[in-house]
């Protein structure tokens, strides 16, 4: 297949459009946008659905895969490991300093998987985008007419790759569908501006939903076959979390435009977002690595539940002590009042990392495995909760609380999982706002918790909740990765440590 042979093809940071070579990356090819068998790709199009799709894998198998997940993770002490693996070690060390944008095997280095593996994805979304807007080509199978549904996933598409690369970097390259890539000038766009960019996409494929009608020819995503009416909700809430993860501090985010983060929410899903597991499509790194983060949590035992996790959830036992004791080996259960705790969680008499406590801190050690989704992945059959309708419902809770608008539904909100599933005291409408948002964020931190992966740690960079935020030091933000900065002579920076954050 056409699609199968183009995604062979892997762009390795917008440098590559225009170098041949990088002996950093020797054993990838490079795209040749001259070449006319790609011309011929992109003039197929009733091909331009599975392309597409092939760019929605490049997506969906970074935000799910290893890294920089092993990295950020730990830093934000929600899951935590004493492993090094993929250049984590600098993230979650204590106390925090600047990380290393290091040279080298890009694979291994928490700033390039994304960076490099969301990019993957740009030049396709674009040229179909390009296609259809500047060419007028029409997307006909069987004769039926699905451009107005090719189309508003590519608009979809270009929203979300650079609406992640606007989460989790501090700058990057931005190229739509009118980009000469021939006289490019590689200037960087802030973050901020990149999130404009990218919601301003999402907002043209709910346009283009809302005023079509269609099902899609095929499967988008495993398991997935959008409507027009389903394409649209799931981009509302693809816009809420952009506009919400986007925020890297407190100040941020309470400057966030609540009210449209409300909207975007409200008509957003109405159940969980499910992707089915599929072969190629269980995590990457950039080119290996094919498996996910669930896998090393969930499987592998590489991650666990962070005990700053287990404390917020039984802050009442002792066996639950955060910070860990120093000079402690081992802590027995822990009871909590949260129903959850026994029913997501599972304690371990043993700590695979132990050994390493005396010299990387106490604060790598941890009982509690996951195991909520265990079964998913011991089976390798099912669907991958990948957007809850719960953390869609948060935000409109979140909006309320910002905007001191409602604060019944807010508390109905928190309610449906802390009371309905935690079997905990329910919140009211009573409590002062600052009591309410700490309640909001404890349901995020469990409710959320390895959805998305990156979630948590971009709740703790946002969140205004006295001891819900990140560690001291932590690196709030990415770097361009130092293989990107060497292929246009641009001077390295990093960020990490007090002061160094962003």
Wanted: some cysteine; glycine content about 8%; hydrophobic content about 40%.
């Amino acid at each position: 297949m056409k699609m199968i042979q183009y995604f062979k093809i892997l762009l390795l940071g917008l440098g590559a459009l225009l170098y041949t070579s990088c002996e950093n990356f020797e054993d990838l090819d490079v795209p040749n946008y001259n070449d006319p068998n790609r011309d011929q790709v992109f003039r197929n199009s009733q091909d331009f659905p599975n392309l597409l799709s092939g760019a929605y894998s490049a997506w969906w198998n970074h935000v799910i895969g290893a890294s920089p997940q092993f990295a950020l993770l730990p830093a934000s002490e929600t899951m935590g490991s004493g492993y090094g693996s993929w250049g984590s070690n600098p993230f979650y060390a204590k106390p925090r300093e600047s990380v290393p944008n290091g040279d080298g095997d890009p694979v291994l280095i928490p700033q390039a998987s994304w960076w490099y593996g969301l990019y993957q994805a740009v030049p396709t979304v674009n040229d179909v985008v390009n296609r259809i807007i500047n060419e007028d080509l029409r997307v006909v199978i069987d004769g039926q007419d699905f451009t107005s549904s090719t189309l508003a996933h590519g608009y979809l598409l270009q929203g979300i790759l650079f609406g992640h690369l606007a989460m989790l970097y501090d700058k990057a390259f931005l190229l739509d569908e009118n980009t000469d890539v021939n006289t490019y000038e590689f200037s960087y766009t802030e973050y901020t501006a990149l999130r404009e960019y990218a919601l301003s996409r999402i907002d043209q494929a709910i346009a283009v939903c809302d005023t079509a009608s269609f099902t899609d020819p095929i499967a988008m995503m495993p398991g997935v076959t959008f409507t027009n009416e389903s394409l649209s909700r799931f981009a509302h809430s693809m816009g809420a979390r952009t506009l919400a993860y986007s925020a890297r501090t407190a100040e941020e985010n309470q400057q966030s435009d609540w009210m449209k983060i409300m909207n975007y929410a409200r008509n957003g899903i109405t159940e969980d977002f499910l992707v089915e597991i599929q072969d190629g499509w269980q995590g990457l790194v950039i080119t290996r690595d094919a498996f996910g983060y669930h896998q090393l949590v969930l499987n592998w035992g590489w991650v666990r539940v962070h005990q700053r996790l287990i404390h917020m959830m039984a802050p009442d036992d002792p066996d639950a002590a955060y910070p860990w004791p120093f000079g402690v080996a081992a802590l027995d259960t822990v009871t909590s009042p949260d129903l959850r705790f026994d029913e997501y969680f599972e304690y371990n008499a043993t700590i695979p990392w132990a050994g390493s406590a005396s010299s990387k801190g106490y604060h790598i050690m941890t009982h509690y495995s996951l195991k909520r989704f265990r079964d998913l992945y011991d089976q390798g059959v099912g669907f991958v909760n990948f957007y809850t309708k719960a953390e869609n419902d948060y935000y409109i809770a979140e909006a309320n609380l910002q905007l001191n608008q409602n604060v019944a539904e807010a508390v109905d909100i928190l309610n449906a999982t802390r009371v309905d599933k935690g079997g905990l005291m329910p919140a009211s409408v009573a409590e002062p706002v600052a009591a309410l948002k700490e309640k909001l964020y404890y349901e995020r931190f469990i409710e959320t918790l390895m959805t998305f992966p990156l979630g948590s740690y971009f709740d703790r960079r946002r969140t205004d909740v006295p001891g819900f935020q990140l560690f001291e030091g932590t690196v709030r933000q990415l770097p361009v990765p130092l293989q990107e900065l060497n292929l246009h002579g641009t001077t390295n920076y990093t960020f990490g440590g007090v002061g160094n954050e962003m």
